[in-house]
């Protein structure tokens, strides 16, 4: 790192092998489809392609990408010194030498050019599900990817949100919005998603589980039994529009340490492409009655009724993650400890916001919301800190120990004998191993007039002195105890696996027993 | 204006009164289509409403617009100090006593809050044209305003273009992208509309004037006799892709004055409404017919065949200039002289992709052309300069007289005699009082060896010390002579006006000569 221009390295580059074979790569699995309509027949005949995928767009998608991937690999170290030069920096808080006044400096908000990027790829993609040109180019019949009108406007709305998420997270790096003008930043981004299913004559339909009808009717409220679904109405929306507001900030407040919230991202995107391709017809059954009954076989992608339905659904969030997971790891190639970017807030409303719209459009809300358990768990943990219970300092991020080279559990240090309300919450969550509290033996001072205190006893009085920040990459550093950022950015990253590992078994296995096999 | 500061003022503020009447009657213009639709039938009959409109979604959207003008208004002053902050500021060179060191700073780039408010109004305007919330509220029958799926698509990707072009243009205004980068922006913007436009399967048919078919006939190319329109495939997306590009640099390079962008950007959206509103089946005939024969009677929306599709074109297109004409009113109130506020690229490439986008979507490309007519003549001019013939240099705004308060056309000033390509040129632009020469009588100086020179002749010989630039704001000096900065800005508004006068009798007059009445 030369401190010498003031700014840390920018970036790191990427074997140059690499990039020239998969740059290729790409083109050829986005080409490939395209040639048998531009080359003419008689040359097919002499040079037989290689047969047809089953999902050309698909397909095409990977090599998009791939070319995402290399995208941001390349322009993140590009535009870095420019970012610095227009006070888009920050300084690296876990790192020795560094300090707020000198740096060195790391570009801030390189979830722009990543963005910018991803947009630009999903607009030249386009063409491939949406117009004519794979009608009838695979053996499976005309239009099994070509999609109806309706599908492409769910397509541009969901574009628009994005770019919207992408702009104002800029203008929010940028002028350093206060966090109560933030806090609609979502909302807005979401407007056009929104706007549009609705004038779609969007679905605002929930179904319900099995067992609530059963209850409700036992509670003595008649006329449940075998109601399957209810229409929410306005309410449905209100529950759409919240939605990117949870992806966007849940992502964000897990933050502080290096590649920790692309890593989320990453691995999220990667859950949510992978159920995605199990509702694909391309599994065998026996493959899927083994992986633990997947779904029952009643689910949606069996049925030949709803299959068409679900499956396009799965396609469209499919051609979104695909790139984003591209672009992710793109990002995170120079994002990764030790950081040469940061990624801004810019980088948090747009994934968030392609998770949200995703969700939206493929009608699997609350599936999404089970692949955020970590980071539900965080928020969850983080309320008495963010409803006045126990004081909040402004940062709370793990603590950097430049002897040690480790990370340790921030704290929020208690001057005097903090009040009952915040005791006896620090002290339930010291009960479940959730905070690290540390107390001193409370001198026998000179007792004042009107104090009394239990002179003696058989425990000695203690106070709290401090507790550990109630945040899940402390609460990670107060079971396993100290450890280096790199490695507490890999234990975000397997407790985020874990979860979505949970996230399948719950959605396939407990969500079939209460909901039955009708869902959408 | 408080130079303690160190920025002039920042904005004009609006009569309240103003303020307070028109957001009511803006609300009143949304509601009331929506009324009849949420309440209930037995306060309807007790309290019938006004008639409904024959286009309640257009009714919107002046409400819309109403709240465009007046959001521009009030967030441009709310967001200027923030911009100063950030470096987004300039001078203005054409004031006493500011100067590029001290200021007093003015915000630049304030195009960006006027692109969002106009964008944000766009989305939420989605419903009102495109959901079926209007089907049969009007007694035309129903679906007379409900837009098939294919027209939000249209619709969508204009709003994707318009997004992108403003957040390019935002990017290169804060990062200042040298010229040779900037001149693919307006093409990317257009990305998203001729993606969508291909995926629908867009139509790349030229229609040909009648003569041209006799003309290529005449000339020995057979086959072309009755030949009405032909097929140019992918160079039609060659001439589309080039139009932004034209809209957006065309309104670019007309600057350096107070308010000129953006009341060129007002004008050329009022002809294009205008021009809209013929094709409404609103008007009696009689007036089109008085109207000079405003377009002949065979004119699409004459004829039934084409009237929905075209008067569908033309209200689409009422729906993006609308609201454009509100926000550009409400900016050019900080805009104009003296001005509190500069609209940056960001407005131009907004405004201009706007411009395109409709062009695009409505098949009315040529008659935009000619609302362009003071810029096309700009450009021209501006050739020699452009090409190398004359020397450019970098800044051509006019010149401010201080003593006066007038200005005075700006000057390339020659400090050799300039080469015989550069003389020739001038001379000849001089010959149609194009450029005003100023010149020297050349000294008797002591012939050098080897030159001939003309000892005596009629004429003292003399050489080109100095030319007017070759910019349309310097030639309305030149032609009309020295004048305030407000005058100017007004006098190009003239000629715009004039221009689009002209405009009107090309299409309706002359183009209907030319093509006949089949026109799209």
């Not at 309320?383 to 704290?411: A, I, K």
């Amino acid at each position: 790192m030369p401190p010498s221009k003031g700014h840390a390295q920018l970036g790191r580059p990427l074997p140059k092998l690499f990039i020239y074979t998969s740059i290729p790569i790409a083109l050829t699995l986005i080409a490939h489809p395209l040639l048998p309509l531009f080359l003419p027949q008689d040359f097919l005949n002499k040079f037989p392609l290689p047969p047809q995928p089953t999902y050309p767009a698909l397909q095409a998608n990977v090599g998009f990408a791939l070319l995402a991937f290399i995208g941001a690999v390349l322009s993140v170290p590009e535009v870095g010194e420019a970012f610095i030069a227009k006070g888009l920096k920050g300084w690296d808080q876990l790192k020795k030498g560094s300090n707020r006044n000198t740096g060195p400096w790391i570009p801030e908000c390189l979830g722009l050019p990543c963005a910018s990027l991803y947009l630009l790829l999903m607009m030249l993609f386009i063409p491939f599900p949406f117009s004519h040109i794979f009608q009838g180019t695979n053996g499976n019949g005309p239009g099994r990817e070509a999609f109806p009108k309706g599908e492409l406007t769910l397509y541009l709305s969901s574009l628009l949100s994005l770019l919207t998420a992408t702009m104002l997270g800029f203008i929010d790096d940028l002028f350093d919005i206060r966090w109560r003008h933030k806090l609609p930043i979502p909302l807005i981004a979401a407007v056009p998603t929104l706007v549009v299913y609705y004038a779609e004559g969007g679905w605002t339909w929930v179904v319900l589980p099995e067992s609530l009808g059963k209850l409700l009717s036992y509670l003595g409220f008649s006329g449940w039994e075998g109601t399957k679904s209810i229409d929410l109405g306005f309410l449905y929306y209100v529950y759409l529009a919240l939605l990117p507001t949870f992806t966007t900030n849940s992502i964000n407040i897990v933050a502080g340490v290096n590649g920790v919230e692309v890593t989320q991202a990453f691995i999220i995107a990667l859950s949510v492409a992978f159920n995605d391709l199990l509702f694909l017809p391309i599994w065998p059954r026996w493959l899927l009655v083994l992986l633990g009954n997947v779904g029952n076989p009643d689910e949606g992608r069996m049925l030949s009724w709803a299959a068409g339905e679900v499956v396009k659904r799965h396609l469209m969030s499919l051609y979104f993650m695909v790139p984003l997971i591209g672009v992710c790891a793109g990002f995170l190639w120079h994002n990764w400890y030790p950081a040469t970017a940061f990624p801004g807030d810019t980088f948090c409303y747009f994934t968030g916001m392609a998770f949200a719209a995703v969700a939206i459009q493929g009608h699997f809300s609350k599936t999404m919301i089970l692949f955020f358990l970590p980071q539900i768990f965080n928020f969850i943990l983080s309320c008495p800190q963010l409803f006045g219970l126990v004081e909040c300092p402004r940062h709370r991020l793990p603590h950097f120990n430049p002897s040690t080279g480790l990370l340790t559990p921030s704290r929020v240090v208690f001057d005097k004998a903090p009040p009952f309300k915040t005791r006896i919450t620090l002290e339930i969550l010291e009960l479940f191993g959730l905070t690290e509290i540390e107390r001193t033996p409370v001198h026998e001072e000179p007792s004042k007039s009107g104090e009394s205190k239990p002179k003696s006893g058989a425990k000695k009085p203690t106070r709290i002195v401090s507790a550990s920040n109630l945040t899940i990459l402390n609460y990670l550093l107060v079971v396993f105890g100290p450890m280096h950022e790199q490695t507490l950015c890999l234990a975000l990253g397997a407790v985020q696996v874990a979860s979505s590992v949970l996230a399948f078994g719950i959605r396939y296995g407990v969500g079939s027993l209460v909901y039955g096999g009708d869902r959408r």
